[in-house]
């Protein structure tokens, strides 16, 4: 099973459907719907580390989103049940790759 297969698989067991959202100026938003991603609070090291306590770090598999949508951005958003949660800073893009071939995007949104 190849690495991008096991991020899939990963996702698929233990993650959730989200919405990206991009605001576009004088135009619609942009929306990336069906996106699988991974949500949770920020652990008490993380918070004595910096994070804000209502921060929740956000992992989403980067073979969701559409090439049109990447990098991801400051200030792009994440929908959730219904609560919008807007990256704080931009994702990285670095981390979770195989390669030059991206797996995930990682990031920290806050909002509600």
């Given at each position: ?85 807007r ?5 990285d ?10 797996l995930?995007?990682?990031?920290i949104?806050?909002?509600?």
């Amino acid at each position: 099973m190849s690495r991008a297969e096991s991020y899939a698989r990963m996702f698929d067991k233990a993650g959730r459907r989200v919405v990206i959202e991009r605001r576009v100026p004088n135009a619609p938003t942009v929306r990336a719907e069906n996106v699988r991603a991974r949500i949770r609070g920020a652990s008490p090291e993380e918070v004595a580390g910096g994070i804000q306590a209502t921060e929740r770090k956000v992992l989403i598999l980067a073979a969701d989103v559409p090439a049109a949508m990447l990098p991801l951005l400051t200030n792009d958003a994440v929908v959730v049940d219904g609560l919008t949660l807007r990256f704080t800073s931009r994702p990285d893009d670095q981390t979770h790759r195989d390669g030059d071939n991206l797996l995930a995007i990682e990031a920290i949104a806050a909002g509600g």
